[in-house]
């Protein structure tokens, strides 16, 4: 099991940028899937990006269409998702999720470790 904490959520104008991190506490980070997912009011959650242990194969959400992109470092145990582009539609709750797998998962109840989430809002 790991343990997520979030940051880096916050306010952005339409067509502003915003980095959000997820710190992960526990043993072999390497071994664990890390995603992103986001949830607005009234919506299912939705995938927004994942990455591999090694971190050389991701995977984005359709609605992405090049504005995100999700990174980590093994070292210091963290990951990160820099999103551009952000529009009012990309407000949302966003996550971070762990999956002990070496495969790539789009689905939410395929990982087993959350974090409380970060608010993300687009507005002028």
């Known amino acids: 099991q790991v343990q997520l904490v979030e940051s880096g959520g916050g306010l952005v104008q339409p067509g502003g940028s915003l980095t959000l991190s997820c710190a992960a506490s526990?043993?072999?980070?390497?071994?664990?899937?890390m995603a992103w997912f986001r949830q607005a009011p009234g919506m299912e959650r939705e995938f927004v990006a994942a990455?591999?242990?090694?971190?050389?194969?991701?995977l984005y959400g359709d609605f992405v269409r090049g504005r995100f992109t999700i990174s980590r470092d093994n070292a210091k145990n963290t990951v990160h998702v820099q999103m551009n582009s952000l529009q009012p539609e990309d407000t949302a709750v966003y996550s971070c999720?762990?999956?002990?797998?070496?495969?790539?998962?789009?689905?939410?109840?395929?990982?087993?470790?959350w974090g409380q989430g970060t608010q993300v809002t687009v507005s002028s």
């Open positions: 999720a762990a999956r002990r797998s070496r495969t790539i998962a789009m689905t939410p109840p395929l990982y087993d470790n």
């Open positions: 526990g043993r072999s980070f390497s071994n664990y899937i």
């Open positions: 990455i591999n242990g090694a971190g050389d194969s991701t």
